[in-house]
């Protein structure tokens, strides 16, 4: 499975971006996608997961009301719209797959892989 995502950019505090992640070596439908992210200088965080149906999300608090994970199998594709945007959600945004348990816990990027390069989301004041 071969991930890319898409969709970063520079946005004003409370502005909103959608990124994508689409699956270009494989059917994406059989996966559970999570949406990772990395600030300058911390580790990697959770930020969501989508189950391989779409029937199960789950959401780091940080982000709770805010982010909407979703995906659309035929186009290959998972979603992740961001509102509200903060200075604090400045960051590398990344998709994998792997077991949704396991996101957002401590270094619960390692429980996933085939990660793409990355899409840069900053958020301006």
């Known amino acids: 499975l071969q991930l890319v995502e898409s969709g970063g950019g520079l946005v004003q505090l409370g502005g909103s971006l959608r990124l994508s992640c689409v699956a270009t070596?494989?059917?994406?439908?059989?996966?559970?996608i999570g949406w990772f992210r990395q600030a300058p200088g911390k580790e990697r965080e959770g930020v969501s997961c989508?189950?391989?149906?779409?029937?199960?999300?789950s959401y780091a608090d940080s982000v709770k009301g805010r982010f909407t994970i979703s995906r659309d199998n035929e186009k290959n594709t998972v979603y992740l719209e961001m509102n509200s945007l903060k200075p604090e959600d400045t960051a590398v945004y990344y998709c994998a797959t792997g077991l949704c348990s396991w996101f957002a816990g401590p270094h619960g990027d390692t429980h996933f892989h085939s990660w793409g390069p990355g899409t840069q989301v900053t958020v301006s004041t």
């Open positions: 989508i189950s391989w149906s779409g029937g199960s999300t």
């Open positions: 070596s494989s059917v994406l439908a059989s996966y559970a």
